[in-house]
């Protein structure tokens, strides 16, 4: 009876004062227990973030896989499973020593040999790895077990970004005995030494979790140490913006992914939900031009197409102002990121002109579109129809360029498909003019992936432009041969600056990690490296 | 009351025909439809040709799902797995067809009985109130069904969203629980119900003119008191022997109105199914949707029987 | 989609309708609606330009999302973009699938029909059986089936449209060629010893097929209202092309800031295909005094 009297006079209390005080409960410290939704918009085709390679893989490995090291925002690397490391005076060989004591949630001790399993499996070809691969094979050699407790990295040449690049979740350690298991069930459920584990995947709706109670191998750069406060997470698929953002509003989710740029106005207002938002550095959205493609293997067509579109003014306009324009080939967020680049090719309709009439397309043809004997100036650019590969501001942009190009006389064909047709145009040098592509990454050595021989000679796609220059490869592999800022400094500047004047992409925003959390979880929180969702320090307030 | 044995015997038994006839009807057009699709199905299943699948993992799956088959065989397994509910593994969601249904098919059973149950009341308010009446009631009320009959699902569904969520506030743009069933279930009932009540309004109109109908009147009976005792239990019978079919369209407006809704069902299920060209998961839906469709017919005939004086052995409820 | 229609959509077993006493078709205003609302569509599809002075495919981003004004009566798109401009370029895409697909639907039937008439007993029993069944199947999924099978693209949505009206329509054609055949004139034209193709193809087919030009009439509005279904769920035309599908499709995503994106195209297609039924209900009314079906 006093408890009701109370809770009445308090409601009494709070509509009278209008109180909309939320942060006073957080006084009492963080709550053990409870269960919460995180909302995500893609779907991972698999769950082990060595096969593949793409984010929304990392963003759920985050979960419940430790990594060797973690990245601290500046870039300053800290300890994880490693709590400590030498590199030789050469940057040839990295000696990891691990945390002792650490196992795997089937049981399994976390030892050099584990992590030297990791590797090889992530090399092997039928893990059918794309990230890491990308990452390591220029200049990766082998892991070696030195003792139970230190596994030595050597490579073919020094490497000054492995450290970032192995921070990332796409580098998680895994338990070797569930690997051996073949990719098939380790897709369904990989098993890693982190804060929560793994129940199971039910496709197409969520991944459960669970909190692995265990947990004593956190990052430094955790808001604490041993295991998590939730104890259960959904980690739930809702690739419709709308749905997405309502599950939140109506307390159905705890924490959403990507809130929708159409209702960044919305949320902002709304006092029960907070708003966290990461740029990601690495490569941004853009549109690559295929250069072996007959049209775009012409450099001036290359740039007359940059010219014609007001890039600027499409990105403001399909994100809402919420997302911001980015005209250089590494993001703001990256290391060694050169402003002199962010806005190489303005809109300028009339060089454009001149630049495809210098190139030969002076002939126009019935719809008012650019000839050249005869063949009409039209590239295609295939795109996923799936909503959530694809958000509607997405194609609100391509159309918008779409259109913009069709004053210069550019047709642009626009080609939605299903995911499996949409696949196989990667790598199909035949398949497309025009491509969309971004490549998240700490590291500036980005535009030595997406960019250079060794990419095009894995043959997986990657390389969206088909383009490679010998003196951008030399130039990227000197700067990831040095630790020498000033050094750094100069050699990436170069490397922007010869990736602009070859007109391979159209750059439009970085993508961003974009979260809101409902009020009554608290330390959510986002790291550096590939802008995953943390999870781990999280706690409810009822 | 008891039904006359040997008719409700005979017609369910000729519904049963009819729906393996449709099934197989189904089955074939589709079966036959897949050999068609250009590409190796193999490669599909592998993920697609950005996999790179090895020519040896290609060859373990064409034997293992039997693509290296003489053309009848697989016909005659692809027949006997459906007899089975056994469709096969989804090429996207790498997950058993039946499974996926399963974890997909309750919210849409939902939708579907409640806009059944929708359409029901509001053809039934709108017969009692203006069927039979003179002069601009009466058409008002024979306009406003054709209407909404005529009423695309998308379109009433992008309206009522406007209006009650977006703008009113009234219901939750989007939301599982009992208030976002609220709207679904109104674009999908409100257009069957306009149908069921022109059909139920004909027949209405029919019987009001017959003997028992001046009889009771004769009785004293108060017109409201005909009209809902005598009339609508006669008239509501095509109306009955339509909800079978009109489940069936129910569940394929499904896929609108969840699409609209952003609802989770076999709707939304079945076009990312159609968009990324799953045929096994296609073809399970289909099916599920047109087993759905002949029970419900089964199940509407035995209501037929229960509801018609003249199928059951003992006559004499009314006159 | 809109499997309500009940001229063309009532199952086994039909609806008993009873004959309602009309007016003469002229006197009414809602015929008069119907014929000027349609003749404004077929001029969109044939002359947009007369109708709007609009380029549908001119973006302007600095007006996106800007409400329905005297400049833009319908409002404009998240690309600046006139919406009014745009649903009457689309006019022509939509009526072209509508007729295209009424064709495929009667073609089919036709080839079903002369199957049955032509082929014997027992041809005739399992091609009757399986239309009758496949008729009562939801349209819409037929449809998804064969998008699904085809894949996706403006073509394939014509095709799917087209074949799965073939079932209601080849029970109709069936429904006309056997009661000309058992016309006293057939009759007498077997007494007279022509040929059974003869008979078919100069007696039964023409006597059969006028009734149903009423159903096309009827026939084009539901193939508008489903291929636009299919179009809202992001199967068909492609971007940026004003098909009516696809723009709902595309606007269902700024409801929330713009309800005008999808309001007024839907709006078109709704009046349209009512507009199209009152006009087949005219025609019949014309055709056949006194009758339904």
Redesign the interface.
């Given at each position: 009876m006093r408890r009701l009297l109370l809770v009445a006079l308090s409601a009494v209390l709070l509509t009278s004062c209008a109180a909309r005080e939320t942060t006073t409960a957080r006084g009492a410290g963080p709550v053990r227990g409870g269960s919460i939704t995180y909302a995500a918009d893609r779907e991972p085709t698999c769950l082990d973030p060595h096969n593949n390679g793409d984010m929304p893989q990392t963003y759920v490995a985050r979960q419940y896989l430790d990594s060797l090291v973690s990245e601290e925002k500046g870039g300053k690397i800290v300890p994880w499973l490693a709590s400590g490391w030498t590199i030789s005076p050469d940057g040839r060989t990295y000696d990891f020593r691990l945390k002792p004591g650490v196992r795997f949630t089937d049981g399994t001790p976390l030892d050099a040999a584990a992590v030297v399993a990791n590797f090889d499996q992530i090399l092997d070809p039928k893990t059918q790895s794309s990230t890491d691969l990308l990452y390591l094979k220029s200049y990766y050699d082998k892991a070696t077990a030195l003792s139970s407790e230190v596994v030595r990295i050597s490579l073919k040449r020094p490497y000054s970004p492995l450290l970032s690049a192995l921070s990332q979740a796409f580098f998680g350690i895994e338990s070797p005995r569930a690997m051996a298991r073949g990719l098939q069930q380790n897709c369904e459920s990989p098993v890693g030494t982190g804060p929560f584990k793994v129940v199971k995947w039910h496709h197409e709706r969520d991944v459960e979790l669970v909190r692995n109670d265990a947990y004593h191998s956190a990052p430094a750069n955790a808001k604490h140490q041993g295991p998590a406060y939730l104890e259960h997470v959904t980690w739930k698929f809702l690739k419709d913006n709308t749905t997405r953002y309502g599950a939140l509003a109506s307390g159905e989710a705890d924490v959403i992914f990507n809130v929708p740029p159409e209702d960044e106005q919305t949320a902002k207002a709304d006092p029960s939900i907070t708003l966290q938002s990461f740029v990601h550095s690495g490569s941004p959205f853009s549109l690559d031009l295929n250069a072996a493609s007959p049209i775009f293997a012409d450099q001036r067509v290359r740039q007359a197409f940059i010219h014609a579109s007001d890039a600027k003014e499409a990105v403001q306009s399909a994100y809402a102002g919420v997302f911001p324009y980015e005209g250089n080939n590494i993001s703001s967020g990256t290391p060694f990121y050169d402003p002199r680049y962010h806005e190489p090719f303005p809109y300028d309709p009339a060089a454009a002109a001149r630049l495809l009439d210098e190139a030969g397309w002076t002939g126009r043809d019935a719809e008012g579109y650019r000839t050249k004997n005869g063949r009409p100036l039209t590239v295609r650019l295939p795109y996923k129809g799936d909503g959530a590969e694809t958000p509607p501001a997405d194609v609100t942009l391509l159309e918008d360029i779409q259109a913009m190009e069709r004053k210069a006389g550019i047709k642009v064909e626009l080609q939605a498909l299903d995911s499996a047709s949409a696949d196989a145009v990667w790598g199909d040098a035949k398949a497309y003019e025009l491509l969309g592509n971004y490549w998240n990454s700490p590291t500036p050595a980005v535009m030595y992936i997406k960019f250079s021989k060794a990419t095009l000679d894995v043959a997986n796609g990657q390389n969206t432009a088909f383009a490679w220059d010998p003196e951008l490869d030399d130039t990227l592999l000197r700067a990831a041969a040095t630790t020498d800022p000033a050094q750094q400094k100069q050699l990436y500047s170069s490397a922007q600056h010869l990736l602009t004047a070859k007109a391979w992409s159209l750059p439009l925003y970085p993508i961003q990690t974009r979260l809101a959390v409902s009020d009554r979880l608290h330390d959510v929180w986002i790291e550096v490296s590939e802008g995953e969702p943390v999870l781990s320090d999280a706690y409810l307030t009822s | 009351m008891h039904t006359s044995g040997p008719a409700l015997a005979q017609r369910a038994a000729r519904r049963v025909l009819?729906a393996v006839?449709?099934l197989l009807?189904?089955g074939t057009?589709?079966f036959f439809?897949?050999q068609?699709?250009p590409g190796d199905p193999a490669i599909?299943i592998l993920?697609?040709?950005?996999?790179?699948p090895t020519p040896s993992a290609v060859e373990a799956v064409t034997h293992q799902y039997g693509f290296d088959r003489p053309l009848l065989a697989q016909y005659w397994s692809f027949l006997t797995g459906l007899l089975h509910l056994d469709f096969g593994e989804s090429?996207?969601?790498?997950?058993p067809v039946l499974e996926?249904i399963a974890?997909?098919v309750g919210p849409t059973l939902a939708l579907t009985f409640t806009a059944l149950a929708i359409a029901w009341v509001l053809s039934i308010l709108a017969t009692l109130a203006t069927a039979g009446r003179r002069g601009a009631w009466g058409r008002l009320g024979a306009g406003v069904e054709a209407?909404a009959?005529?009423?695309?699902?998308?379109?009433l569904g992008?309206?009522l969203?406007?209006v009650f969520a977006?703008?009113l506030h009234w219901f939750?743009?989007?939301?599982?629980g009992a208030a976002g069933l609220v709207l679904p279930a109104l674009t999908l009932g409100i257009?069957?119900g306009?149908?069921l009540a022109?059909?139920t309004r004909?027949?209405f109109?029919?019987k009001l003119r017959q003997p028992f109908v001046v009889s009771a009147r004769a009785r004293g009976m108060s017109d409201a008191g005909v009209r809902a005792r005598h009339v609508l239990r006669h008239a509501a019978l095509?109306g009955i022997?339509?909800s079978g079919?009109g489940l069936?369209?129910l569940?394929?407006?499904a896929?609108?109105a969840e699409?609209?809704f952003?609802r989770q069902g076999i709707g939304q299920?079945?076009?990312?199914?159609?968009?990324?060209?799953?045929?096994p998961l296609?073809?399970g839906i289909?099916f599920v949707?047109?087993l759905v469709?002949v029970v419900a017919n089964l199940l509407t005939d035995l209501a037929y029987v229960a509801v018609d004086p003249r199928l059951r052995s003992t006559i004499g409820a009314t006159a | 989609m809109s499997v309500l229609e009940p001229e063309l959509a009532a199952p086994v077993p039909g609806p008993v309708r009873t004959v309602r006493r009309e007016r003469g078709v002229l006197q009414r205003p809602g015929f008069w609606l119907a014929l000027a609302f349609t003749a404004l569509v077929v001029v969109a599809a044939v002359a947009p330009g007369l109708l709007t002075g609009q380029d549908p495919l001119e973006i302007h981003l600095a007006q996106s999302f800007a409400a329905p004004s005297a400049a833009h009566p319908f409002g404009t798109d998240q690309s600046g973009r006139d919406v009014l401009s745009r649903v009457v370029h689309g006019a022509g895409q939509s009526l072209l699938i509508g007729i295209g697909a009424t064709a495929l639907g009667l073609g089919g039937a036709l080839v079903l029909g002369l199957l049955g008439g032509l082929g014997g007993r027992a041809v005739d029993a399992v091609t009757t059986r399986i239309v009758e069944v496949l008729y009562a199947f939801p349209g819409l999924l037929l449809a998804l089936i064969l998008i699904a099978v085809f894949g996706n693209s403006a073509g394939t949505q014509l095709l799917a449209v087209g074949v799965a009206s073939v079932p209601g329509y080849a029970r109709m054609v069936r429904g006309q060629v056997l009661s000309v055949r058992g016309s006293l004139y057939v009759q007498a034209e077997r007494v007279l010893g022509h040929s059974p193709a003869r008979i078919l193809f100069r007696t039964v087919l023409p006597n059969a097929f006028r009734p149903l030009a009423v159903l096309v009439t009827l026939g084009i509005g539901q193939a508008i209202v489903w291929a636009t279904a299919l179009g809202f769920l992001g199967l068909g035309v492609q971007p940026p092309a004003p098909e009516w599908g696809a723009m709902l499709n595309a606007g269902r995503n700024y409801l929330q800031q713009a309800w005008w994106l999808d309001f007024f195209p839907g709006a078109v297609i709704v009046l349209f295909t009512l507009s199209l039924t009152a006009l087949g209900r005219a025609i019949r009314t014309a055709v056949q005094p006194g009758g339904h079906r």
């Open positions: - | 009819e006839l449709l009807a189904v057009i589709v439809l897949e068609l699709v599909a993920g697609g040709a950005s996999a790179h090429y996207t969601l790498k997950q996926a974890g997909q209407a009959a005529a009423l695309p699902q998308f379109w992008l309206v969203l406007i977006v703008r939750p743009v989007i939301g599982s257009p069957l306009g149908f022109q059909v004909d027949e109109e029919t095509p022997s339509l079919w069936g369209s569940v394929s407006g896929v609108i699409v609209v952003a299920l079945l076009v990312t199914a159609v968009t990324a060209r799953d045929l296609v073809v289909t949707v047109a469709y | -």
